[in-house]
């Protein structure tokens, strides 16, 4: 399979921004059969959860920011902030 380009890039995330934290990661797990979660809800700035999938079949990682807030019961809730699509540094397209 192909690297991904700039203007595919930013296709899947105009594909991604409408849809829940759920179905991003079914998502990414269906279209790169050599893909991988690198981490999962990793707390790296006060605040931000972050989630990453590298697909190296696409030659792309995308990086899922939530923020955390407490609901009912005092149970954890995230909720998507932001979602990154880069390349990865093999990807010279």
């Not at 991904?4 to 790169?32: A, P, V």
């Not at 700035?45 to 955390?68: A, D, P």
Request: glycine share 8%.
């Amino acid at each position: 399979m192909a690297f991904l380009n700039q203007q595919e890039r930013e296709k899947l995330l105009d594909e991604l921004k409408n849809k829940s934290f759920n179905r991003i990661k079914g998502r990414l797990r269906k279209i790169d059969p050599k893909g991988e979660l690198a981490y999962y809800r990793n707390i790296q700035e006060t605040g931000r959860w972050m989630t990453r999938y590298v697909l190296h079949g696409l030659g792309t990682q995308v990086t899922l920011v939530e923020k955390q807030s407490f609901g009912d019961k005092n149970r954890n809730q995230y909720e998507l902030v932001e979602i990154i699509v880069e390349p990865l540094p093999g990807n010279r397209l």
